[in-house]
């Protein structure tokens, strides 16, 4: 029995005895902890900071390249390329994470600690991935096709002395340094167009000092967004995904006004604008904006200092083109002739008119499709008229 008590207060000893070594070593495990958990936190802490300097040294890359890119706007034959497009837009998005992410840290909350390191180092590795991306070894631009120096086709122009007057006018517009705007004005049809397409191409193909020479048809009804787009695109501007129209209009006024000595061709434009509005320099040595319009109003409004109008052409001017695109073979018939006449009369001296019914009734000697191309041609009169 004494052998029995004996074991018993031996085992008793034996379970105190462990009990107390795992409060020891629960004890030590709370000491190494305390001991160590400075150092964890500074892990955090250098990783965060390692992670500042690594964005640091890629918003400096950032920055180069948008100076570069800035530059290169204004270099003929030159575009950004897409792929660079992208990393710019990936940076921007991997600093607002970046500082999603300080913010936390900034919080100070331990129990999150291992999963923001996780994430930092994370970062770390796409950050150094965008400033490798972001060397660009075959550099920013592509060649881009410029066509600011490409001749429009044309037709010979009509109307003999008045449109070799007009001609003559506009071109002394653009040596005249007070003249910075230049409207040409006239009903459809007269040849505001024709005469423009002539103009665009003495000036890319002569010596003037003009070095950027832009052609836009305007596209109905008027839209300041798309013109805007219009002109940027020949420019070789990209607005990206800008939306508003004054900061679009602050892009391309800069564009435009760092180019130096262009100039702006608008054709057809129906209702008046404040250039300004659209990003379009008023000084002279920057850009000269020359524009057709059918209406004298819209010049006035805009505040054009030089206003040309285009006259139709003289019955004699009118006959002379009629017969000319009529190709005669051959006289025509008594009868015939006197209807020619008229049709003339009601194309109302408009070149591109008098050109459609003259092709139209090129070698036809049947008198009753003379006579229903006269009736039209009276139609058309009335309705132009209205």
């Known amino acids: 029995m004494e052998f029995l008590a004996i074991l018993a207060v031996c085992s008793m000893q034996k379970q105190f005895l462990e009990k107390v070594w795992e409060k020891i070593e629960l004890l030590m495990n ?77 919080k100070g909350k331990h129990f999150l600690r291992p999963w923001l390191e996780s994430h930092v180092e994370k970062n770390i590795e796409e950050v150094e991935e965008l400033h490798e991306q972001g060397k660009f070894p075959q550099g920013l631009l592509l060649d881009a096709h410029h066509t600011s120096r490409e001749a429009l086709l044309t037709t010979p122009l009509v109307g003999g002395i008045s449109t070799k007057r007009i001609m003559k006018r506009i071109w002394e517009c653009f040596t005249d340094v007070k003249v910075s705007r230049i409207g040409i004005y006239g009903v459809e049809g007269v040849g505001k167009t024709a005469i423009l397409m002539h103009i665009h191409n003495q000036l890319i193909e002569s010596t003037c000092p003009f070095y950027h020479v832009y052609w836009i048809t305007l596209s109905q009804p008027l839209s300041i967004f798309k013109l805007q787009n219009d002109i940027a695109k020949e420019v070789g501007l990209d607005f990206l995904d800008e939306k508003d129209i004054r900061k679009r209009a602050a892009k391309l006024y800069k564009a435009l006004k760092r180019r130096e000595r262009t ?27 020359i524009l057709s319009t059918r209406s004298v109003d819209a010049c006035r409004k805009m505040n054009f200092r030089e206003t040309i109008k285009v006259e139709p052409l003289s019955d004699e001017e009118a006959e002379k083109l009629f017969m000319e695109k009529l190709g005669l073979r051959k ?33 036809v000697d049947d008198i009753s499709e003379w006579r229903n191309a006269l009736t039209e041609a009276r139609e058309f009169r009335r309705g132009l008229n209205d």
């Open 30 to 106: 709370i000491w190494t902890f305390i001991r160590e958990c400075p150092e964890l936190l500074n892990s955090l802490d250098k990783k965060t900071e390692s992670l500042e300097q690594k964005l640091d040294a890629l918003r400096s890359l950032e920055e180069d390249i948008n100076t570069e890119l800035e530059s290169a706007k204004f270099l003929p034959h030159k575009k950004r390329k897409r792929e660079v497009e992208v990393w710019l837009r990936n940076v921007q998005r991997k600093k607002i994470d970046i500082q999603s992410i300080k913010q936390e840290v900034g």
């Open 263 to 289: 100039v702006l061709i608008l054709d057809d434009v129906w209702k008046h604008f404040l250039p300004e509005e659209v990003g379009i320099p008023n000084k002279v040595n920057e850009c000269k904006l």
């Open 331 to 363: 006289p025509l018939a008594p009868a015939i002739e006197e209807i020619a006449k008229l049709i003339i009369r009601q194309c109302g001296g408009l070149p591109i008119w008098i050109i459609e019914m003259a092709e139209r009734m090129r070698e």
